[in-house]
C-alpha cells in the first residue's frame, strides 16, 4: 500500500475523525486507504470476509461531511467494521451459518443505524463463531487467525473485529456481548473492548426485547477511541424500550476528565471462575500500586453463590426465544460440533486466560 495510505491507518480513530472535522482528509481518502490494507493482510487472519467496498466508496463520496461537522457524535465518514451478526443494509449476514450464507439485509439495525446517523460508513463485515462461541470459525468464511501467533485463536465472538482492529485494517469496529464476547476476543488480539449497560447501545430486533445479557457496544485501539465510538453509537432507539439517551454528554470527553475513586474492591477471580496462574502473578503486581496512587484497596466482594447457574438459564431461554425454531427446521444444517469442549481446548492452548470484571 501507498506511503500516505499506510499514515492514514496508522492514525487513532479520534485522530482521524478530527482531521475529517477540519478536511484535512476525506471520507473517501479513509476508505480507500482501509480498502488497501484489508486486500494487504486479512488472507493472513480472515478478520473481514464480507467487503462493502464499492457501497462504502459511494457512502463516502455523499456523505455532507460539513453538515456532519457540527455534530459532535458523528465520525464525519470514519470507515469501520460491522460484525456479522450485525445487519447493514444491501450487504450479506450470514451469522456464521450456511443457513444464511445468501442472506441480503434489505436494512440495517438499529446498532448500525445509530452509526450511520452519526457518519460511520461501513467496509467490511467480520468473522464471526455459527451462531456464538469463544472461537471465530465457522463453515461459511472458515477461522480467523491471532495477529499475533496464527497459530492460536483470536477469541469470540467478537474475534474478526479484534483481529482487524490488531491488524489496523480499520479504525473502529462493532461487537457484541453476552458473557465476555467483546472483552474475550479484546484482550486475545490486545485491543479494548468495551460491554457497556444494558440500553446504552440500542439493539436489533433479533433479540428478546427486555432480555437483560446481550449488549452491543464499541471495539477500539485504545481506550480514548472506545469513547468516540460509544458517543456514536449510543442513544434511544423506539423498537428497542431498553435503550435510553445517557446522561452523559459525551463519553469522549469523559475519558479526559475521569476522576479516581476513593475506595476500590479488587478480586481475582470474584470466588467463580478459574484464572491462570500467570494472570494471577501479574495482577498481584499491580494491586500495590494502587495505593501508590491514593486508593483504598479492598478485597470484600458479594457473594455470587448460583450466579453461574442462574446465566446458564437465562442465556438458554434467550437462545430458544431466538433460535429455537431454526432449530426446530434446520437442526440438520447447523454443524455437528460439541462446540463448549472445543473453545475450552482452543483456549488453553491460547496459554493466557484474561478475565475481566466490570
Keep these: 500500500m501507498s506511503d500516505a495510505s499506510n499514515e492514514l491507518i496508522k492514525m487513532s480513530a479520534t485522530e482521524a475523525v478530527a482531521r475529517l472535522r477540519l478536511k484535512e482528509v476525506s471520507p473517501l481518502d479513509l476508505v480507500e486507504a482501509s480498502i488497501q490494507r484489508i486486500e494487504a493482510v486479512d488472507t493472513k487472519v480472515n478478520a473481514l470476509p464480507i467487503h462493502c467496498f464499492e457501497q462504502a466508496r459511494d457512502q463516502a463520496k455523499s456523505l455532507d461531511v460539513k453538515a456532519h461537522s457540527v455534530n459532535p457524535k458523528s465520525l464525519c465518514g470514519l470507515p469501520i467494521a460491522v ?61 480467523t487467525r491471532n495477529p499475533f501467533n496464527k497459530n492460536k485463536i483470536a477469541g469470540g465472538s467478537s474475534g474478526g ?23 474475550t476476543p479484546a484482550s486475545f488480539n490486545n485491543i479494548v473492548g468495551l460491554r457497556p449497560s444494558i440500553g446504552v447501545v440500542p439493539r436489533s430486533l433479533r433479540y428478546n426485547r427486555f432480555d437483560p445479557l446481550w449488549v452491543e457496544g464499541p471495539l477500539a485501539r485504545c481506550v480514548k477511541d472506545i469513547g468516540l465510538m460509544l458517543d456514536a453509537m449510543s442513544g434511544y432507539c423506539k423498537t428497542d ?33 478459574p484464572v491462570e496462574q500467570e494472570v494471577r502473578g501479574v495482577f498481584r503486581t499491580v494491586v500495590p500500586h494502587l495505593k501508590t496512587i491514593g486508593l483504598e484497596v479492598g478485597s470484600d466482594i458479594p457473594d455470587f453463590t448460583g450466579a453461574i447457574e442462574s446465566f446458564h438459564t437465562l442465556r438458554g431461554l434467550l437462545m430458544a426465544y431466538m433460535l429455537g425454531d431454526l432449530y426446530k427446521s434446520k437442526k440438520d444444517e447447523i454443524t455437528k460440533i460439541n462446540i463448549f469442549s472445543f473453545i475450552i481446548k482452543n483456549i488453553f492452548n491460547a496459554k493466557k486466560i484474561y478475565f475481566i470484571f466490570y
Design 83 to 143: 460484525k456479522d451478526y450485525n445487519d447493514l443494509c444491501g450487504a450479506v449476514t450470514t451469522y456464521g451459518s450456511p443457513i444464511f450464507a445468501d442472506n441480503v439485509a434489505q436494512q440495517s439495525d438499529a446498532t448500525v443505524r445509530q452509526l450511520e446517523s452519526n457518519g460511520a460508513i461501513a467496509v467490511a463485515k467480520s468473522n464471526v463463531p455459527e451462531w456464538a462461541g469463544g472461537h471465530t470459525f465457522n463453515p461459511v468464511y472458515g477461522t
Design 161 to 183: 473485529s479484534s483481529a482487524a482492529l490488531a491488524t489496523k485494517q480499520v479504525w473502529l469496529a462493532t461487537g457484541n456481548d453476552l458473557g465476555g464476547s467483546l472483552r
Design 241 to 273: 424500550p431498553l435503550s435510553f439517551d445517557h446522561k452523559c454528554s459525551s463519553f469522549l470527553e469523559a475519558v479526559d476528565a475521569f476522576e479516581l475513586p476513593a475506595k476500590v474492591a479488587v478480586t481475582e477471580d470474584l470466588g467463580l471462575v
